[in-house]
């Protein structure tokens, strides 16, 4: 037996009617109450039939309910026919001729009104998804979902949103818009039957949802009577929405639901736990977690099935850009570094332009700087922007012809295309190689004594140069064989002496950003790291070739190698610790996917394999964030987590989602570190002034505010190699071109430099540098001889008798500082250059100008 109820679908004018106004007599009150009841259960054929019979017999003329089904009877209301004056009492006489049918029948109506009822009396209702459990309690308007990351709870009467990430102790609360009327029973119970996330975009989609059209038939199936619901919605959009559900006759609750279409529907049963929704909320959130409020709406909920809504729509009018950005946010708030590091998950990664980037950047910066009444001070002038690229990203100070090639392009996108330059440069290479250089290899480490520090960073520069992706540079660093003699990455191994914790240190820190040391005599006592992990961590490291015990110097014609012996112990036990990786429970055991790395199959996979595919990987939640917090605090002064190794939950982020988006790019554009470094360098962060500007930003609690929240610039010191490059392209000393690329390798007069102003490789805003290292600058014989009228190339090339004394003295300014002098300081300079000096007291005068210089503020740090 088939039912096909009349369609329910208003004719277009009902709305017009105004219930309110009308009279009890009004004939047009009977096309309200039709219109009011289409979500009423179906009304079977036969009983149409029969009514339209019974009225006919009565009143002797037929209101054929048959051929004109509700839009007939709708207008028959509103005729002006002499017996439809009447109404009202035809009504009863139909009420009558209804009740008298159910009850002689007992025919039972399954439509969706009947299924919407009995859910709602039944209580929870769940399926289990592909990518875990769901649940729904329709009569408290209450959704959730629970998967191996994370349990969500909706509740539209409260208009509240919890989330609580696997494991965590913290419940992340936020709030959420939405009419929790009639129709949201209705968008909610279809929703969660289909399977399709509660995001922005399905409220959006399943909005102002209505039935036009359902049917049902019986079957047996295995003796068992089955309801077979076929359900058509329309929305406020007008798109169709089909809905296939088999019902228990009796109570009209669903068993399963059917998805998909031709050979690749798949049926779903629904089952209804005997548990309260109390029961339930509590067993998911316990009343002992840390409550955190947070700005984020509905928008940013399950994005981990949003594959899901593959017919989904984005909202009329909506701006593509609006759309990228609300889904870069959206997918990347669940795996947020807020917590313990170890509970953190895998960066998740949205593919966006390098436009798109950008804008999320300055984006996320102006919520941040509103949110924390924070005002940033001005954008940095063009000419401090053209110093502060060269030292970040050649390493250098420009020299006069490029200062000058610099203020005569009047291009309005002089800047980005200065940076491509920049990084396309064989000075960025080599600056870039420097300052991996110092991350990788610990303070007070002379690499001289194992084969020079030349040789490993003319590796990192090749690599860089060659725009090799940044985790195959750390891979072939972390699986480098041979003899320690052949240098290049091998001298990392050196420098640390092949100790399995000592390496263990290293990689965790610039790898990881994360002080895992901490846990290796005793339990972190600020992070949840436990003295097993680190063991667990250096045991990978175990493997490699070196004789027994402690190793004062290397030998160079030692031998990197893996071998198929050596463990680790806890201290002061015999208690072996195999290898394991951070935050997983257990160790990767041979055969097993866990083990796998590289092209080997995991029984034959090297410990080091291991350890390097799965550092490197796209899923580690840790070394995307830990490098791009790294260049960030490069280029920036301060880290977006400060100090830049020490991840963790007493260390947050300053604004996780600037991290998580940068970490997004970096993994998306297959861990490119140029790609990285250039949205920085262009962000609206980067280009701000260094200085205060007014009175009213310098009180000092306020500019350590800004600093924080990177409203400011901060000043950065120059690093030793740095300051040399600096000096001999001011100088123009051994340089017949000042504008070429620099010789940093194989330079004798730079490496005795390095030696002598070496500083620790610290916070790159503090200066380090002491009395010693001031003295070299004052009285040193790089400088005598660089500012010598004698021997220095850039006083030599002033005497050329076109320069007037003004002139030469902006030269000087933007040889060093970038810039031309100011009037006053021209005013100033003068007395050193008197209008009738003879040649050589001009050269001497040159001279004192350009010591001053160098030996100034402004030319020693980055601004």
Same mark, same amino acid.
């Given at each position: 037996?088939?039912?096909?109820?009349?369609?329910?679908?208003?004719?277009?004018?009902?709305?017009?009617?105004?219930?309110?106004?009308?009279?009890?007599?009004?004939?047009?009150?009977?096309?309200?109450?039709?219109?009011?009841?289409?979500?009423?259960?179906?009304?079977?054929?036969?009983?149409?039939?029969?009514?339209?019979?019974?009225?006919?017999?009565?009143?002797?003329?037929?209101?054929?309910?048959?051929?004109?089904?509700?839009?007939?009877?709708?207008?028959?209301?509103?005729?002006?026919?002499?017996?439809?004056?009447?109404?009202?009492?035809?009504?009863?006489?139909?009420?009558?001729?209804?009740?008298?049918?159910?009850?002689?029948?007992?025919? =039972?109506?399954?439509?969706?009104?009947?299924?919407?009822?009995?859910?709602?009396?039944?209580?929870?209702?769940?399926?289990?998804?592909?990518?875990?459990?769901?649940?729904?309690?329709?009569?408290?308007?209450?959704?959730?979902?629970?998967?191996?990351? +994370?349990?969500?709870?909706?509740?539209?009467?409260? &208009?509240?949103?919890?989330?609580?990430?696997?494991?965590?102790?913290?419940?992340?609360?936020?709030?959420?818009?939405?009419?929790?009327?009639?129709?949201?029973?209705?968008?909610?119970?279809?929703?969660?039957?289909?399977?399709?996330?509660?995001?922005?975009?399905?409220?959006?989609?399943?909005?102002?949802?209505?039935?036009?059209?359902?049917?049902?038939?019986?079957?047996?199936?295995?003796?068992?009577?089955?309801?077979?619901?076929?359900?058509?919605?329309?929305?406020?959009?007008?798109?169709?929405? =089909?809905?296939?559900?088999?019902?228990?006759?009796?109570?009209?609750?669903?068993?399963?639901?059917?998805?998909?279409?031709?050979?690749?529907?798949?049926?779903?049963?629904?089952?209804?736990?005997?548990?309260?929704?109390?029961?339930?909320?509590?067993?998911?959130?316990?009343?002992?977690?840390?409550?955190?409020?947070?700005?984020?709406?509905?928008?940013?909920?399950?994005?981990?099935?949003?594959?899901?809504?593959?017919?989904?729509?984005?909202?009329?009018?909506?701006?593509?850009?609006?759309?990228?950005?609300?889904?870069?946010?959206?997918?990347?708030?669940?795996?947020?570094?807020?917590?313990?590091?170890?509970?953190?998950?895998?960066?998740?990664?949205?593919?966006?332009?390098?436009?798109?980037?950008?804008?999320?950047?300055?984006?996320?910066?102006?919520?941040?700087?509103?949110?924390?009444?924070?005002?940033?001070? !001005?954008?940095?002038?063009?000419?401090?922007?053209?110093? &502060?690229?060269?030292?970040?990203?050649?390493?250098?100070?420009?020299?006069?012809?490029?200062?000058?090639?610099?203020?005569?392009?009047?291009?309005?996108?002089?800047?980005?295309?200065?940076?491509?330059?920049?990084?396309?440069?064989?000075?960025?290479?080599?600056?870039?190689?420097?300052?991996?250089?110092?991350?990788?290899?610990?303070?007070?480490?002379?690499?001289?004594?194992?084969?020079?520090? !030349?040789?490993?960073?003319?590796?990192?520069?090749?690599?860089?140069?060659?725009?090799?992706?940044?985790?195959?540079?750390?891979?072939?660093?972390?699986?480098?064989?041979?003899?320690?003699?052949?240098?290049?990455?091998?001298?990392?191994?050196?420098?640390?002496?092949?100790?399995?914790?000592?390496?263990?240190?290293?990689?965790?820190?610039?790898?990881?950003?994360? &002080?895992?040391?901490?846990?290796?005599?005793?339990?972190?006592?600020?992070?949840?790291?436990?003295?097993?992990?680190?063991?667990?961590?250096?045991?990978?490291?175990?493997?490699?070739? &070196?004789?027994?015990?402690?190793?004062?110097?290397?030998?160079?014609?030692?031998?990197?190698?893996?071998?198929?012996?050596?463990?680790?112990?806890?201290?002061?036990?015999?208690?072996?610790?195999?290898?394991?990786?951070?935050?997983?429970?257990?160790?990767?055991?041979? %055969?097993?996917?866990?083990?796998?790395?590289?092209? +080997?199959?995991?029984?034959?996979?090297?410990?080091?394999?291991?350890?390097?595919?799965?550092?490197?990987?796209?899923?580690?939640?840790?070394?995307?964030?830990?490098?791009?917090?790294?260049?960030?605090?490069?280029?920036?002064?301060?880290?977006?987590?400060?100090?830049?190794?020490?991840?963790?939950?007493?260390?947050?982020?300053?604004?996780?989602?600037?991290?998580?988006?940068?970490?997004?790019?970096?993994?998306?554009?297959?861990?490119?570190?140029?790609?990285?470094?250039?949205?920085?360098?262009?962000?609206?962060?980067?280009?701000?002034?260094?200085?205060?500007?007014?009175?009213?930003?310098?009180?000092?609690?306020?500019?350590?505010?800004?600093?924080?929240?990177?409203?400011?610039?901060?000043?950065?010191?120059?690093?030793?190699?740095?300051?040399?490059?600096?000096?001999?392209?001011?100088?123009?000393?051994?340089?017949?071109?000042?504008?070429?690329?620099?010789?940093?390798?194989?330079?004798?007069?730079?490496?005795?430099?390095?030696?002598?102003?070496?500083?620790?490789?610290?916070?790159?805003?503090?200066?380090?540098?002491?009395?010693?290292?001031?003295?070299?600058?004052?009285?040193?014989?790089?400088?005598?001889?660089?500012?010598?009228?004698?021997?220095?190339?850039?006083?030599?090339?002033?005497?050329?008798?076109?320069?007037?004394?003004?002139?030469?003295?902006?030269?000087?300014?933007?040889?060093?500082?970038?810039?031309?002098?100011?009037?006053?300081?021209?005013?100033?300079?003068?007395?050193?250059?008197?209008?009738?000096?003879?040649?050589?007291?001009?050269?001497? %005068?040159?001279?004192?100008?350009?010591?001053?210089?160098?030996?100034?503020?402004?030319?020693?740090?980055?601004?």
């Amino acid at each position: 037996m088939t039912h096909d109820p009349t369609s329910s679908q208003s004719p277009e004018d009902l709305g017009q009617i105004d219930g309110d106004n009308l009279s009890a007599d009004d004939d047009s009150g009977f096309a309200v109450m039709l219109s009011d009841a289409f979500d009423a259960p179906p009304v079977p054929k036969t009983l149409v039939h029969r009514l339209d019979e019974g009225i006919a017999a009565q009143w002797g003329e037929s209101p054929e309910l048959i051929s004109s089904r509700l839009g007939g009877a709708v207008a028959a209301a509103r005729s002006e026919t002499n017996w439809f004056r009447t109404w009202p009492l035809a009504a009863a006489v139909a009420a009558a001729f209804m009740i008298a049918f159910v009850l002689s029948s007992g025919s =039972s109506n399954h439509a969706w009104a009947a299924v919407v009822d009995a859910i709602k009396r039944q209580g929870l209702m769940q399926f289990e998804a592909a990518d875990g459990l769901r649940w729904l309690d329709l009569s408290n308007l209450v959704v959730g979902r629970q998967t191996e990351s +994370k349990t969500q709870w909706v509740d539209l009467r409260k &208009r509240e949103v919890l989330t609580r990430l696997a494991d965590s102790n913290t419940l992340f609360r936020s709030s959420i818009e939405m009419d929790d009327g009639d129709s949201a029973a209705d968008l909610l119970l279809a929703a969660f039957l289909l399977d399709r996330p509660l995001s922005s975009e399905t409220l959006d989609q399943f909005g102002g949802i209505t039935v036009i059209e359902q049917k049902w038939n019986e079957r047996t199936v295995g003796g068992r009577d089955i309801i077979d619901l076929h359900v058509r919605f329309q929305t406020a959009s007008d798109q169709p929405i =089909s809905l296939s559900l088999q019902l228990d006759p009796e109570t009209n609750l669903p068993l399963a639901v059917q998805s998909g279409n031709g050979e690749k529907t798949q049926l779903t049963s629904l089952a209804y736990p005997d548990q309260s929704l109390t029961e339930l909320k509590s067993s998911r959130f316990p009343n002992d977690l840390t409550i955190v409020d947070s700005t984020d709406s509905i928008g940013s909920l399950d994005h981990a099935t949003a594959g899901n809504l593959g017919a989904s729509q984005p909202r009329a009018g909506a701006n593509a850009a609006d759309t990228a950005d609300s889904k870069q946010q959206n997918e990347l708030v669940d795996t947020l570094p807020i917590g313990p590091a170890k509970k953190w998950l895998p960066v998740a990664v949205v593919s966006s332009t390098d436009a798109e980037i950008l804008t999320q950047i300055n984006t996320i910066l102006d919520e941040l700087w509103q949110r924390e009444e924070v005002r940033h001070v !001005e954008m940095a002038t063009d000419l401090v922007l053209l110093r &502060r690229a060269y030292l970040d990203l050649a390493g250098r100070t420009p020299s006069v012809t490029e200062v000058r090639r610099f203020l005569q392009d009047q291009g309005s996108d002089r800047y980005e295309r200065l940076v491509d330059q920049l990084l396309s440069s064989p000075d960025h290479a080599s600056q870039l190689a420097a300052v991996w250089r110092s991350f990788l290899i610990p303070d007070g480490v002379d690499l001289d004594a194992f084969g020079g520090r !030349e040789a490993f960073e003319k590796w990192l520069s090749d690599c860089f140069a060659a725009r090799d992706p940044y985790d195959q540079i750390v891979r072939k660093l972390l699986l480098a064989e041979g003899r320690l003699s052949q240098s290049g990455p091998l001298l990392f191994y050196s420098a640390l002496k092949l100790d399995a914790d000592q390496l263990a240190a290293r990689t965790s820190r610039v790898f990881l950003g994360m &002080r895992l040391e901490c846990a290796q005599c005793h339990d972190h006592p600020f992070e949840p790291w436990t003295q097993e992990d680190f063991w667990s961590y250096a045991a990978f490291f175990a493997q490699i070739s &070196r004789p027994k015990g402690e190793l004062e110097n290397v030998s160079s014609v030692m031998r990197v190698s893996d071998v198929d012996r050596g463990d680790v112990m806890l201290p002061e036990t015999e208690t072996i610790v195999p290898p394991r990786f951070l935050g997983q429970p257990l160790p990767p055991i041979d %055969g097993t996917p866990n083990a796998a790395s590289g092209n +080997k199959n995991a029984t034959e996979s090297a410990r080091r394999q291991r350890l390097a595919a799965w550092l490197t990987g796209p899923k580690n939640p840790y070394f995307a964030r830990a490098t791009v917090n790294r260049v960030w605090a490069q280029l920036l002064g301060r880290g977006i987590v400060d100090p830049i190794d020490d991840f963790g939950v007493n260390n947050p982020p300053v604004s996780p989602e600037l991290l998580d988006t940068l970490a997004s790019q970096f993994i998306d554009d297959g861990f490119d570190l140029q790609s990285l470094i250039r949205s920085i360098v262009l962000s609206k962060a980067y280009r701000l002034s260094s200085g205060s500007q007014t009175a009213a930003n310098s009180d000092d609690d306020a500019t350590e505010k800004r600093l924080k929240l990177f409203a400011q610039m901060n000043v950065k010191t120059l690093t030793a190699e740095q300051l040399y490059d600096c000096i001999s392209v001011a100088t123009m000393s051994g340089q017949n071109n000042a504008s070429s690329s620099l010789a940093r390798f194989g330079n004798s007069q730079r490496d005795m430099f390095l030696q002598q102003f070496a500083t620790p490789a610290a916070n790159r805003a503090e200066y380090l540098a002491g009395i010693p290292q001031a003295l070299m600058l004052m009285n040193g014989t790089l400088i005598s001889g660089a500012t010598s009228e004698q021997t220095s190339g850039l006083i030599r090339s002033l005497e050329a008798p076109f320069f007037t004394d003004s002139q030469r003295i902006d030269v000087l300014f933007m040889a060093t500082l970038s810039r031309p002098a100011t009037e006053k300081e021209r005013e100033l300079l003068s007395r050193f250059v008197p209008e009738h000096a003879s040649p050589s007291e001009r050269s001497a %005068g040159l001279a004192d100008v350009l010591w001053a210089l160098i030996n100034s503020a402004e030319f020693t740090l980055n601004h």
